[in-house]
């Protein structure tokens, strides 16, 4: 079936250091791909999605690039910011309506 | 802008008891979701609902029962409360279309004595 895969439960990085959290996916059709953050005691918010014409999505500071020949939605950052400890979230909208979510990782900055 | 309410943002049971968990959107969206979130199992897509009065399970809705009684609320049981269900219950919408963002509620902690 379809799903979300992330390897990392917990990431610790030093700030300043760059930033990869790992994401694949299986999909009977060709999924859009999206990244989710949650902050403490808050919502998840989504921080980027995937475009249909292969352009890379940026926001704050974080990319992404949808590999459709490894299955892969890879989220990347140059410099990790305290700011950036949460929990992030890769998912697949398996369908227009059905959006599956990744098991989550920790990202951990310190100073 | 739009908001998720959900209520109530804490809730014991007892074990066997049957639970509700509310929530409303004003987003004026279609598509409304439940999700479980436990720590190192991620988003578990329980039950989803297309349009007013459409329900669609998920990958975890053994247990649970859910209601959309209209379009901008969407409710969910949980039949016989168990111990292992102590999780935060996250309710989500979006307008349905490919590509979208969905937009989620605050949660309800749910713990069962």
């Known amino acids: 079936g379809d799903s979300v895969t992330q390897t990392e439960g917990l990431v610790t990085l030093t700030e300043g250091l760059p930033v990869m959290l790992n994401c694949t996916y299986q999909s009977t059709y060709s999924p859009f791909l999206f990244w989710y953050v949650q902050h403490l005691n808050e919502a998840p918010k989504l921080l980027l999605k995937s475009f249909t014409d292969n352009k890379r999505p940026e926001h704050q500071g974080f990319h992404a690039t949808l590999h459709k020949s490894s299955s892969s939605f890879h989220l990347q950052k140059s410099s990790a910011q305290l700011s950036d400890s949460a929990l992030y979230y890769c998912a697949s909208d398996t369908n227009a309506y059905k959006v599956i979510f990744g098991k989550g990782t920790h990202l951990h900055v310190l100073p | 802008g739009g908001i998720i309410t959900q209520t109530p943002k804490f809730l014991i049971g007892q074990e066997g008891q049957k639970l509700t968990l509310k929530c409303q959107q004003n987003?004026?969206?279609?598509?409304m979701y439940w999700y479980r979130q436990d720590s190192g199992k991620g988003l578990r897509l329980i039950y989803y609902?297309?349009?007013?009065?459409?329900?669609q399970k998920g990958d975890l809705s053994e247990g649970y029962d859910a209601s959309r009684e209209k379009k901008s609320s969407f409710s969910l049981t949980v039949t016989s409360a168990q111990k292992n269900e102590m999780a935060v219950f996250l309710c989500?919408?979006?307008?349905?279309?490919?590509?979208?963002?969905?937009?989620f509620g605050k949660g309800t902690r749910l713990t069962v004595v």
């Open positions: 609902s297309i349009t007013e009065n459409d329900l």
């Open positions: 987003f004026n969206h279609d598509t």
């Open positions: 989500a919408s979006s307008t349905g279309t490919s590509n979208t963002e969905v937009f």
